[in-house]
């Protein structure tokens, strides 16, 4: 099977979905004749026409007003925001317009519009560029959010997304953009709320989110070194999350880490523990463990920023930490 990365996973996505279905388009800044700020949709527009490749104004509120707008009117748009710090200009068409109008209207109206932005650290790109955000997103009842870790899971996944009825908020790594895996070249979905069990183990159960997979799997290998199995679980969706196969890992295990690069307060890893001391509590052997960034913002200085976010130590410490 052929290797691709999840950049060029993307971007076949959205040229197969462009070319099965007419109401699909794709719309943002700067997406059209450079493809994007990380070239993600570069070429498509030379396909299938500026009418259906649509460079927009830095107005972040006029790309998701647009894509809110044509969604309810049956066209199915995929809006490109460039950062998905920016997501905060744009707070109103996601909380208030977005996720509500299908519920107000009582399936009325569906609102079939994907939101694509990159996100997390590690460019060294300071406070403003590297945020992750996906807690508050997951929080608002209506918004599906999607996080791929590699490009098998990125094409299918953006498939499904573009052709459900629903909003979506789908999560590009930055560091991930260039990462290869075999990728079929015959067409296939991707299910929302289906974890896929990276690695199989039996000792601790680890729960990863996008980049952090990686950083887990990584952790993983070293941990077999030293005697200890460990189960890579990757969500893939958060909204909707797969409960049945993160419980069902935990009762196997009895112990558990969560890792995520946002930050650990109120972050995805708060509301996994949740579930699990509310719905398998009697099955842990040890205290949930959370891998996170700090309460602060990331910060320029590339030693600082490496300091704060999970990596494979601090993983590898946390499991050794409930293991012993």
């Known amino acids: 099977m052929r290797e691709i990365n999840i950049s060029e996973a993307i971007r076949e996505a959205l040229g197969e979905e462009m070319a099965r279905d007419e109401n699909v388009f794709v719309l943002g800044e700067d997406i059209g004749l450079i493809g994007g700020d990380f070239g993600v949709t570069r070429g498509l527009m030379a396909r299938f026409g500026a009418d259906r490749v649509r ?31 920016f997501l905060g200009v744009c707070m109103d068409m996601l909380l208030n317009q977005a996720s509500k109008i299908r519920y107000m209207s009582a399936g009325q109206w569906t609102l079939p519009m994907v939101v694509r932005t990159a996100t997390g650290a590690g460019t060294r790109s300071s406070s403003q560029h590297t945020q992750s955000l996906e807690a508050i997103f997951m929080h608002i009842p209506g918004l599906q959010v999607v996080m791929p870790s590699t490009a098998y899971d990125a094409k299918g996944l953006l498939k499904t997304a573009i052709r ?40 601790v159960t680890l729960i990863a989110t996008s980049l952090m997979v990686h950083r887990a799997l990584a952790a993983a290998d070293k941990l077999k070194g030293q005697g200890i199995s460990v189960e890579v679980i990757d969500p893939r969706t958060i909204a909707p999350l797969d409960k049945d196969t993160i419980l069902e890992s935990v009762k196997k295990t009895g112990r558990v880490v969560i890792v995520h690069e946002a930050w650990k307060k109120g972050g995805f890893g708060s509301e996994v523990a949740a579930i699990l001391a509310e719905e398998a509590f009697d099955y842990l052997d040890a205290p949930i463990k959370r891998v996170a960034t700090p309460d602060t913002p990331i910060p320029f200085c590339p030693i600082l920023e490496d300091s704060l976010l999970p990596d494979e130590e601090k993983i590898v410490r946390a499991v050794k930490e409930i293991s012993s």
Do not use: C, W
Not at 71 to 84: N, T
């Open 164 to 203: 459900g009825n629903n909003p979506v908020l789908y999560l590009e790594h930055k560091l991930l953009y260039f990462v290869k895996n075999q990728v079929p070249e015959e067409e296939y979905l991707i299910p929302f709320g289906k974890a896929d069990i990276k690695r199989s183990g039996d000792d």
């Open 55 to 85: 460079d927009t104004p830095i107005s972040e509120s006029a790309i998701l007003g647009t894509a809110v707008g044509s969604a309810a009117m049956g066209l199915r748009p995929v809006a490109e925001i460039m950062f998905s710090d």
